[in-house]
């Protein structure tokens, strides 16, 4: 009888009293010790009001339901698909929507709906999940600020996979710890297509000098990142860039220059599919002509595989000799050996000019090195 009563009140009642009545409503609802029969009667009464046309009035019962447990789940769902004021008070805190109502909520909802969910105090496993598979850039940007979110190294390659191409979501996965090399080689990628689709540069550079700049670039990005993967995830690395056709004699003459020997022996582990410990056996002790059939039979050339027989035993070398490790940089010793030689093949030419500009690169790092330690000595 009392809901009955109340109904018809709400009928012909103003706005403003109308707003108060659910707001009380709702409070009976949560803290009065009631009969099961009135509980029911109530949400029932809650639940009309879910229809009223004054949004104060939804609203009223939003802000004392959304953060109790003891709300009634159904009237949470709707509340939290109502207008954007209304069900962000819900979604934001509201400890009774489950993962499935979030995520059936997300997939429903807006890029405001999903950015609400995203900033969640905590947000489960399965639901930031969820939001990398159906979000933008936006919602993601929210997602990874949280300090709440539970994200799975899956899911932060998803949302690289999906959206590298945004600057601000790089700078926050490039940002994170538990970011794996994989994900940052992929935002390596989109950096390096960034800078050649860069209209800009392009006007002032050219489209053909800056190809070759963005991709160098990108090459040593990558083998600046080899330096700290190592066992199973180096594996792994290697084998997504051999997907990806990164392993280029190119590329791998970079590495190579760099000291990345590892790497090295892993990508022709990779790439010739033969036993690692006799790649690595033929690496560190083979004779030229093994070394250089180890590396034809994982496809580099004739005319470049005795470049890149030179600069595996010129490691050897320095690492026996433990000496001179910077200043003695192989990429010096491999262009003051082949610059000149008229026999080299138009590969093996290009192969060599690539050298030549990392050995510079090699020389400026150092005078720069010089120069900063002179500077601090002098201060």
């Not at 590892?262 to 006799?278: H, T, Y």
Request: aromatic residues 4%; contains cysteine; hydrophobic residues 50%.
């Amino acid at each position: 009888m009392i809901v009955a009563a109340f109904l018809r009140w709400v009928e012909t009642a103003k706005t403003q009293d109308r707003a108060r009545a659910a707001n009380a409503l709702a409070r009976a609802y949560l803290k009065s010790d009631m009969a099961p029969d009135e509980r029911q009667a109530a949400q029932m009464a809650m639940t009309y009001l879910l229809d009223d046309p004054a949004p104060q009035v939804r609203l009223a019962l939003a802000d004392i339901l959304a953060p109790e447990e003891r709300a009634p789940r159904a009237l949470m769902v709707s509340l939290a698909e109502d207008q954007p004021e209304i069900a962000s008070v819900v979604i934001l805190c509201s400890p009774v929507l489950s993962d499935a109502d979030l995520v059936d909520i997300a997939g429903r909802g807006t890029v405001e709906t999903r950015a609400l969910i995203a900033a969640r105090k905590q947000v489960s496993v399965g639901v930031a999940a969820a939001l990398a598979e159906i979000g933008d850039a936006a919602e993601l940007e929210v997602l990874l600020e949280n300090p709440g979110a539970r994200i799975t190294a899956f899911t932060l390659r998803r949302i690289a996979e999906r959206h590298g191409h945004s600057e601000r979501i790089r700078a926050l996965l490039l940002d994170r710890d538990d970011l794996t090399s994989g994900v940052r080689q992929l935002l390596v990628q989109f950096v390096t297509e960034a800078l050649a689709g860069s209209g800009l540069v392009i006007g002032a550079i050219g489209s053909r000098r800056i190809e070759r700049i963005a991709r160098e670039a990108g090459d040593s990005a990558t083998i600046a990142l080899l330096a700290d993967v190592h066992g199973d995830e180096l594996a792994r690395l290697t084998e997504q860039l051999r997907v990806a056709g990164r392993l280029t004699p190119a590329f791998l003459m970079h590495a190579l220059c760099a000291g990345r020997t590892d790497f090295f022996s892993c990508a022709i582990v990779a790439i010739s599919g033969l036993d690692e410990r006799r790649v690595r056996s033929i690496l560190a002790t083979g004779r030229f002509h093994a070394v250089r059939a180890l590396l034809e039979s994982a496809g580099l050339g004739r005319d470049v595989s005795p470049l890149f027989v030179d600069a595996v035993m010129l490691w050897r070398g320095l690492i026996q000799s433990a000496s001179g490790f910077d200043l003695d940089h192989i990429a010096h010793r491999l262009v003051q050996r082949y610059r000149g030689d008229s026999n080299l093949t138009e590969p093996a030419s290009v192969l060599v000019d690539m050298i030549e500009r990392l050995a510079i690169a090699e020389e400026r790092r150092l005078a720069r090195d010089y120069a900063s330690g002179f500077a601090l000595a002098a201060a």
